[in-house]
């Protein structure tokens, strides 16, 4: 189907003002003129890394990727920049150690800085959890940093949750790390009686 102006410049060689040549090439610089406007007035797309440089993103279950630790808030949350420059929150997966406000919570916090603050890692994403951040394995140079925090008697097996979601293997590593932090009172366990971290939260949530 002719465009209005094809048909104007089709018109004008019938009636003899310009030449069939004339038309032709007049017909070619319109068809260009119009791919120019179609560049112009098209927004150019981000390319995926650089749409992601510096924002939060959340990466789906089942992915994997390389970055570098940036922050470490308690001794099962950090953040963590990746190789395209996108930032992601982390809960480690599979532990649960103590809040920064209670017993022994600062010294595995520091415990997980000296693993991996600064360092490049592999995150391994099992989940996202309710409040957006991914759940997830950290693999340092070979070491898996999450039971690592439970060997140091940084954390605790997260059985609930655990013994719902976790391959069987992994499940029976954490399940020994943690029999044997107790047993050889490491860590948090040099402590009578430590205090649950879930249940340091539900004290807190009863007392509001």
Do not use: C
Request: charged share 30%; no cysteine; net charge positive.
């Amino acid at each position: 189907m002719f465009q209005p102006k094809m048909l104007l410049l089709w018109l004008a060689a019938a009636l003899g003002v310009f030449s069939l040549p004339e038309v032709k090439e007049a017909q070619k610089w319109l068809h260009r003129a119009q791919a120019w406007a179609r560049q112009i007035e098209r927004p150019q797309a981000e390319t995926p890394r650089k749409a992601a440089r510096g924002r939060t993103v959340q990466a789906e279950a089942g992915r994997r990727y390389e970055g570098r630790v940036t922050a470490v808030h308690d001794g099962d949350t950090v953040r963590v920049t990746d190789r395209d420059g996108a930032k992601h929150k982390i809960r480690l997966a599979y532990i649960d150690a103590p809040e920064t406000g209670q017993a022994f919570g600062t010294a595995s916090r520091d415990m997980l800085r000296n693993l991996v603050l600064d360092k490049t890692v592999e995150v391994r994403v099992a989940d996202v959890d309710q409040y957006g951040r991914e759940v997830a394995y950290l693999v340092s140079d070979g070491l898996d940093v999450n039971r690592r925090q439970i060997e140091s008697g940084a954390a605790w097996h997260y059985v609930s949750i655990a013994k719902r979601q976790q391959a069987k293997a992994d499940f029976a590593a954490y399940s020994a790390a943690e029999a044997a932090a107790r047993a050889g009172r490491t860590g948090l366990w040099q402590a009578r009686s430590p205090f649950a971290p879930w249940q340091f939260r539900r004290q807190a949530r009863e007392r509001q």
